[in-house]
Each structure stands twice: as structure tokens, then as C-alpha cells.
């Protein structure tokens, strides 16, 4: 079992690098920004004094390296700094650029990361059953009707852009037939049905990019893993085809699978940008296109920070998980 | 035997194969009968459709394949129009299937004896624990060593031998009326292949086990089987008993198999004292990256003469010509080409260094480059080493072409691919030879191909090196290559020379007893070859098998 | 198809009860079989989980034959419901045609390779070779197709497409005017020069980039391949949209207000995001030929590096290549097109059809009442969809049939 702990830690070592790498990646691109956030943050037209005075307040006087270790610090202690956005409101306000006032960017993010989460996670909960049946029923029947029939489908699903899908479902289940809403109009404190039934649509949408790619990945893996000697072997013991699934596949087939899921999961993080925007879901994917637009630096930053943390997180999952389920590794010589 | 009732009756079986949404014939009609206890050889080169008719037998094809016609009948039981639940019934429980390679055929999941005993648990012939017991019983038949734990360990924690007899135990473990053996010990070494070989002959005894064995080399066949079928590209050309079949073929395609053990070279004379090497390899170590694979080995090879060098996979016979051209620099040593020291890396070496010695690959496929012409692929070398282009070339070209015995005007614009396995190994020394070496090593050449073909590439080596006068590093594990065409071998293991001289010295005991281990254990035609040999090992008492040594 | 108000609850019951129908008839279905054909294997071993696929198979063909036949018959409002239905069935009946045609005409037109070519392909695959000649065709002549200029203010605001001057169309402008009375098909037309040429331009940069450094790195191995690697693993550790935004933030703000700067900044910066796939492609695939023995014998040989990178390696990669050229160009089209669609990227006054899907969107709200209009966003999002779509088939085909030819 050492050799996997070493393996898994090693792991584990390297995901906090690239995180790392990852964080230095973005703060090196937001500084590759001409001129410097003071002037950014009032625009044209701005009073020498009042840039000095913001430059003061976010410490652009210092060297790249000791804002980078300072917003790394208030990174992990949580602290992401504060909003261009509500900065300048408040400033047009006329009140002093003080934080008296002004919602943080963690504070701006927390409830929009709860939202994306919860959208992912329905998505997620019809996506992944649904394509490991259709996947492992398309390997089963590989070259059938059915199979022939699912292959253009999920071809078609993957090849579309998400804003055509959700336009798609949208127009017939929203328009046409009103079952859905067609907005997301989430906010705190609603009932749980209720907050399901406005995130369907947008899950929905998810769902059908997601699970056209989990299938295909599955149904690959299956196929690779049935035409196995050990697999033909089992069959030509006599033993049921259903205990073949079970007791000779289904084991050796647990690695692939979670490696497939853990990708398309983080496949979710990209898609729900776009898919938050169509159905003005109050989402992280929103917020971060917003502050793209008015080049609101710490939030994009933010964002960003937040996307590759989960996008790394979850293959790091996969990676661990595919390492734990190799028995060549869990029973070393 | 004869008297015994027919087990397995085969008649005009025919398979189909789907390529390009088209059903091909594989099989044109194989038919055979089997009586209990006996075993069937079944021969013929690859491609012949042997396993397929093997797998058909158990009422099995592959994905895209079909039985097509004829009929299977196993103990009164058509196999070919059978339900899926009465063939399962009988498979693993009275027919039973022993892969070529068990390596891959073991569910890297399980324990081996839960493997071993899910045949007989879910045909309800034992019970777990019996079964459990039974395997250790068999794996103690079997000669496998720790026959009490070794079930319990995992199929990667186990060697290749070793895990072909737990395979072969599994197979036994509904105490089948019919093996099928697939190649079960092609992909072996022949000191591990002796083992299999035995406990696989004696299990099958012991039971009455009848049997299908199925594989390309005649020697094992010879010892393996009382009857031997030989196929050729899905037709059948001849079936009798073995001994029968060995003294006395009937078909001409047989006499050509049995034909091609004849070839030997005529012995050269001893070489002279003061000769100079070719290339003398001395006092050379290497290693990939920190792991030691060369110890300190040195051998010459003289002009005109052809050095084999010997070994099992993993002896580093290999790794000694990837130091001669320079792939791996030795960390170690010297490496002389005709008297003078080569630089080690090949990057150092000037052109002409590098033309001086030539390399022939096992495998032609990957030798060739797929997207060229043949006369491109032997062009290259002609007008990078010499200089020729246009009309000079193409005729360098149809003169080496004509050497290795091709058409030039059918040859030259075709690509590898419209190529036979023989073919391309001509091509890859027709490009050998464009540098107009003085040297060529030659790497497994003859593995890859049947043994008609590779019996061809031998005579047209040998022709060339008397014309030319080549010298050749001949790198085989076959020693009945080596037989054929060497004059001196040189035998490695564990990246250790172990010993080295003249051919007919080398043939002739006393030796280390790893080259007599080595040397003997190479099958022979002689169906007594194997049970003679192991009087002589004195392993052959089967019953008191603690006291055999592995 | 639901009888019952279309409740959250009453759908859940309505699918739980179809289910059960369904596999009742699937059981019954193989029942009769078997009763048929006097058990034959199919019938008789044919498992529980097949027959229940025939059910669905035929429940679903039936269900669209009727709503195909209840859509004929409808008239008035009614049948604006069905608008979408009809379309969606006309086009997939039309595409198949011209599809099967395409590869009739393949197969009698054209050099035996290519003849040879049409005769294995499956019409998927043909419908995927004629939807990028036709956009092929569209893209390059865009100006002679079009009736209008991309940029030209041709009349009225918002004229309703259809040109039934009744309704509030206009016959010279088939498919309307948009908000500033710009010619709807023309920008469509355009979109299909602007989208296709800037997604090629960039899918061909990022193959320069990817496939010299991938295979660099396989040919040369140690330090350049673990520079290029490494480098490669960080900029992949960010999701690419996500990346691809940030840097466009970055990028917009050097580019001020010069629309054409910030396109070429936005193809530079997608090239580079995607080359670190086709790098981690081609060095795989350069990997894989390095090890062949005829590299060896070209190494031993003593030939320079750009001879064994230009006349041993590549014309061996080109098949894998070009699959992947597909499957990046969807990539990137796509990235593009969602760029645009976010409002990022492509800028007024070019046509582009992410950038139209966008602006149009509002007329989904009058799908019950003006189709027509409501369609105007589906075309230019299926116009993207219909050209990805088309790749994909092809390349699924040549992935499928170079990986047939190994085994």
C-alpha cells in the first residue's frame, strides 16, 4: 500500500504546483494590462489625485513580486480583494474609496458559486446515470440500429454550440409547450422545488452537452475493456453474460468510468459560462462575463482562480481514483 | 484408442470474417473427429485459421466472424444451432479453453483462485472449497512452486510460466472432456517452454483428457499430439498420426515444412590466428539510464563469418547491437571496426563509419517506411552514401533488387504494404546492402516470418555473405537458426556472456550448464524428444512432484 | 402527448406509465416472434432489453408520424406550434436526400480514388463532405450570393421576414432587416466568410504552432521535450474558455477601440490556447513513428533532423492530422462563435452569426405567433451547428476507418 500512498501524495504535491503555477499564470496576464488598475478603475478624465490615492489604497505602488504574495495571502485567507465596480460606484457616490459600503469579491462570489454548484450538480445527477446506461448499452449492441442511431445523435449534440441547444429546448419547452421557464430568476430564500424547476431548463441544456460526450468516452471504454482476453476467457467458462458484466468487466471498467466522469465534470465548468449568460442564471459563468466586459480585474481574477481550481481538482480526482482502482497497484509485487 | 467413442465431430465447418461490410470466407470446410482422451494437433502458419477453427470447436467465434456452415457436435450436441444457454452449459464445465497468452487472459481483478474455481462454482460441479482445494492440488500436479499460496496472489504478481500452468489448471478445474490449447507456450522462452510443455502433456494424460492443440511450431507439435492436422489458409491439406505424419508426408506443402530443418551451411575453416575483426567488441558495459543491462562482454567477429549471438528475452542481445551502431553509447568499453576505435555515440560517427555497418530489423514492417516505394526505400541509401542520382540510381536500384531475388519492373513502384512478410525482409537487406557494407547485424530476422519464408531469407543470407563476403552478428533465440547458419555462437544471459566459440564446438558437450540447459531444451522433431529429455532431467515422475525442482 | 395539465407530477407518472407500456410490448413483440418463426435463434435468444428496444424504436417513429400528420392538419395559430416540428423533419428528410445523392454523384464523378472513397463512405460522412463544400463555396463567393452589403443600411428597421408585404414584409429582403435595417440573409451570407475564415485562419495557426513544437519534442526528447510539455501542462491546467476570457480582457484593453486588433488578438490568443492540444496530438502520434525501425535506420543512416522530420515522419502523421485538423477547427468555430455570443471578440459591424444569435434572440418570444421571426436566431445558431455538425460526421468516419485498418 506504500507505493500508492507515495504515488497518490506525489500527486496531490503536483496539483498544488500547477495551482500554483496556475495562480501565477493569471496574476502575471492581469499585470501584462497597460497602464495600471488606478486608471483602469476611473477611466478617462480621472483627477491626477484621486489615481494617486486609489494606487495608495491597493498597493500598486509596491513590486510585482510582493503583490503577487500578498494577493496569493488574501487568496487563501479568502480575501479577494475588492470590486473595480463597486469601488467606482461608490466613489460616484461620493462617498470615499473606504470599504464602508462595498461588497468584497468573495462576498460577490459566494452565493453565485452556490448557484453554479447547484446547477452542476443537477446536471450532473441526470448526466451521469443516464450516459453510463446509454454508453454501456451502446458497447453492449456496438453496430446495432440503436447504436448507429445514438452515435449521430450524440455526434449532433457534441458538434452544437450550448446557445443552440439551450435555444433549442428553450423554444419547445419554454414557448411552444410551456412546461419550463424560459429565466432562471434564482435568489435566496426560494423553495427548493421551485429553485429546481427554474434550474431545470438551464440544467437540461447541460445535461444534453454532457451526456452526448460521457457516452461516447464510455461506450469507447467499454468496447476497449469487452475486447479483452480476460473477458473473452470468462465467456468461455460459461459463465452468464451478466455475471461477465458484473464480476469480469465492471471491475476493471470502474477506472475508466470515473476517469471519464471526473473529465466531462470538469467539461460542466466551461459549459455553464455560456449557458448561465442564455438563461440569466445567477451564476459564477455570469458574474465572470460581466466583469470581462467592464475588465472588473480582482473579480475576473477571482473567477478564474476558482474555474482552474475545480477544473484541476477534478482531474486530480480522476487521477487518484484510477490509480486507487488499478489492482496492478493496490497488490504491488 | 481407436475403439473410443467420437467426443467431437467437425464437419465441413465453414467461418466467415466481416471486412468492409462484407462477409469473407476464413474457413472453407475443416472437418475432424476426436475420441476421448485423444489429442489433435493442429497445425499451419499464421494467418491459416487455426485458432478460429479452434474457438469454433467450442461453438465460439469472434466479433465479426461467423460460423457460416457445417456442424460442431460435441457428445451428440450440435454446437453451431445450440441455444446460448446450453453452450454455456457445457462450456468451461466439459469443454475448456487455454489461451496463448495468459498473461492477458487473467482478470487483473481477481485472485487466481477465485478465477480458478468460478467455472466450478457456477456450474455447481464443486463447491468453493473443494475446488480451492482441488487447485492446489493441480498447481502441485503442475509442478508450480508454493502450490498452497501461490492461488492467492494476484495474475500480475506471477511469471509468464507460471501463470500459463495456473491456466492450464484452470482449465481443468471442471475435469473437462476437451481442452483447446491455443499456442500456449508460443509466447515463452524454450527453457520456460519445457516446463508448460511437460505438465500440460502429463495433466492431460493423467485425466484422459482429449485435446486440441493448437500451434505453429512442429517440434512441439511432435511431442504434444497422436494426430496432427495441417491447415493452409483456411483449407485443410493433410491429417494422420503424428509418427506417420513425420516420417512419411503425403502432401507436398507437409514435405515443404518438414523440409525447410534440412538447411545447413558447410563448415568454414577455423579462423586464422592473426586475423583482424571486422568488429571486435571488448570489455563493454551499458546501462539505460541507472540500470545496468551489459556486464563486461567481449566477442569478435571476423570477415566472411557469421557470429550468432544467443539468449533468452532479457539476455541483452539486443541491447549489444544498439551499442555496436551507437544507439547506446557503452558506459564502458571499447568498440573496434577493423583494427580502429569508433566513436561510441553514433552522432560522432562520420559517414562513413556509419555505412560500413548495416542493420536488418525483425520486424519489417516497422523497418519500412509505409508512405515509400520500395525504390525509394533502397534509392536512399544509394544516393546518400554513393552519390548516384537519376539513371545511376534506378540501376544500382535494380541491381540490388535483382540480388534479393525481386522483379525490379514489378517491384520498384510498388509500397511495403503490397508486400508479403518475406518480401519485406528482402527489401530491408536490399537496403543494407545498398551501402555496400562490410558488416550487417541481423536482428531476429527470420522470427517474424513462417518458416518456408524464413528458410529462404537463410539461403539468400548465406549466398550473399559467399558473394560478397559479409559478416554477419546473426541476434536469434532460435537455435535452430543457429544451427543452420552460424559459425560461431556466443550465448548471453542476464547481460553476461556466458560463453562463446566455434558452432560445432558449441553443439557438442561439456558445457556451462546454462548453454546445455539452453541447447537442450530447443524441441526437436523426434516425438520421443521430449520424454527422452526428461529421463534425462529425471523429472518426468509425475506423482511425487514436491520432490521435482523448478 | 400529455393528456393530463402538464404538471411536474402528472409528466413524472405520464413517463413512468409509458415505460410500463413499453415493456410490455417489447416482452409481447418477442413473445410473437417466437410463436412466428417457429424459434429461431434470433427470437429465442434475443434478450429482455433488445425487445423493449424495438418497443421504444417503434413507440418513437410512431410518435413522430403522428405529430408529423396532426401538423399537416392543423391550421391558423395551431399551426405555428408545429412550425419548428415540420421544419426540423423537412430539413432532416432533405439533408439525407441530398446526402445520398452527393454520394451517388461522388461515386460516378472524380478520379478512382476519390470514387473509391464515396463508395466505402457511409452517408454520414457524405453529408459532412457536401455541408463543407457548400459552406466552402458560400464562404468565398459571399459577395457575389449576397444581395446586400454585410455593413449596408438597406431600408427599415425590423421588417418581418417571409417578404409578404401583408404581414409587414418586404419581398427585397427575404428574411427581414434586423434592428438598424441591416438585410438579415446578406449578414448570414457574410457570417459564413467572417466565422469560417476567421475559425480556419486561427485553426491553421495553432496547427503551425502545435505540430512544430509536437514534433520537435517527440524527435528530439530530453530538455526540449520536457520544456514544451511542461509549458504545455500549465496552460492547459485552465479550462480554455475561461483562459481564452481572461486573456481577451487583457487583450481588449491594449486594443482600445481598434475592432481589427482585437480580432487579430483573439485569433492569436485562441491558436496558441488550442496548439497545446494539437502539440500533445502530434508529438503522441510522432512519438509512436520515432520508435519505428525505419526511423532508426534513418538515424543510423546519418540523416539530418529536418530530413527525418519533413520525409520520414510527417507523410506517415498526415492521416491522424487531418482528423484532428477537424476536430480543432470545431473546437476553435465553436469557441469563436460562444466569444461572440458572450459579446467578446468579433465586433460590429462585421457579421457573424454568434454575435447575431445573440442580437436576434429576443424573437424567440414570438415563436406561438410569428415563427418566422423566432427562427431567425436558430438559423444563424444552426448555421454554426450544421457546419460543426458536418466535420464531425467526416472526421468520425476517417478516425473509424484509420482505426479499422490497424486492427
Known sequence: MNSVLGIILQRLGLGLLTLLVVSVLIFASVNALPGDFAEAILGQGATPEAVASIREDLGLNKN?????????????????????????????AGSDTGKGGIESVAAQIAPRFKNTLFLAGVAAAIAIPLALTLGILAALYRNSVYDRAVNVTTLSAISSPEFFLAYILILFLAFLNPILPSLS??????????????????????????TAQLMRMTRAAIINLLASPYIEMARLKGISPMRVIVRHALPNALAPIINVVALNLAYLITGVVVIEVVFVYPGIGQLFVDSVKIRDIPVVQACCLLFAAAYILLNLIADIMSILSNPRLRHPK | MSEQEILLSVKDLKIEGRSDETWNPIINGASFDLRKGEVLGMIGESGAGKSTVGLASMGFTRDGCRISGGSVVFDGIDLVTADAATKRSLLGKRIAYVAQSAAASFNPAHRIIDQHTEAPTQHGVYSKSESEEDAMDLYNRLR??????????????????????AMTAMAMSCRPDLIIFD???????????????????????????????????????????????????GDEVEESETRSMLSNPKEEYTKSLWAVRSFQRDLKAPVAINSTPVVSVQNVSAAYGKVPVLHDISFDIHPGRTVAVVGESGSGKSTAAR??????????????????????????????????????????????NPRKKIGEIIGRPVEFYMGLKGAEKRKRVEQLLEQIELEPSQYIDRLPSELSGGQKQRVGIARSLAAEPKFIICDEVTSALDQLVAEGILRLLADLQDTLGLSYMFITHDLATVKSIADEVVVMKEGKVIEQGPKVEMFQPPHHPYTDLLLSSVPEMDPDWLTNLLDERGVDNIGDAASAKI | MFPLEPTFFNIVVTLIGYGLALAGAGFLFRLVGRKVTNNKPYFRDMPGGVAIGFAIGAFAIAWVVYTYIQAQLAEGPAANKYFFFLVAVHGIIIFAVAAYIFRFLGRLIGTEGTKKAFRQMPVTAAFGIMIIVLYAIVSIFAGVIAPYGQEEIVGNANVVPGGDPAMGGDPAYLLGTDQIGRDILSRLIYGAQNTVGIAFVTTCLAFLIGTTFGFLAAVKGGWMDQICSRTVDALMAIPQLIFALLLMTIATAWAGTNNVLVMVYMVIIIAVLDSTRVFRLSRAVGINIVVMDYIEAAKLRGETLPYLIFKEILPNAYAPLLAEFGLRFCFVFLTIASLSFLGIGIKPPLADWGTMVRDLSGFLNYAQFLPLNAALPLMAAGAIALLTVGVNFLVDWMLHRSSGLKE
Open chain 2, 183 to 233: 499456442e500456449p507456450t508460443t509466447a515463452l522462452d524454450v527453457t520456460t517452454q519445457i516446463e508448460v510443455l511437460a505438465s500440460i502433456r502429463d495433466i492431460v494424460e493423467q485425466f484422459n483428457t482429449a485435446a486440441i492443440y493448437i500451434t505453429h511450431d512442429l517440434a512441439v507439435v511432435a511431442q504434444m499430439a497422436d494426430r496432427i492436422k495441417v491447415l493452409l489458409r
Open chain 1, 64 to 92: 510585482p513580486f510582493s503583490r503577487y504574495f500578498s494577493w496569493l495571502g488574501g487568496v487563501l485567507t479568502g480575501d479577494f480583494g475588492t470590486s473595480f465596480a463597486q469601488a467606482n460606484m461608490s466613489s460616484f
Open chain 1, 185 to 210: 430568476n434564482i435568489y435566496d430564500g426560494m423553495a427548493f422545488s421551485e429553485r429546481l424547476q427554474k434550474t431545470l431548463l438551464p440544467a437540461l441544456t447541460l445535461t444534453l452537452a454532457v
Open chain 2, 323 to 368: 551499442c555496436i551502431t551507437g544507439l547506446l553509447p557503452p558506459t564502458k568499453g571499447v568498440i573496434q571496426f577493423d583494427g580502429e576505435n569508433l566513436p561510441l555515440d553514433y552522432r560522432q560517427r562520420n559517414r562513413g563509419q556509419l555505412r560500413q555497418a548495416q542493420m536488418i530489423y525483425q520486424m519489417a514492417d516497422t523497418a519500412l
Open chain 2, 144 to 165: 508450480l512452486p508454493n502450490p498452497e499460496e501461490i492461488g492467492f496472489r494476484y495474475p500480475h504478481q506471477v511469471s509468464g510460466g507460471q501463470l500459463q500452468r
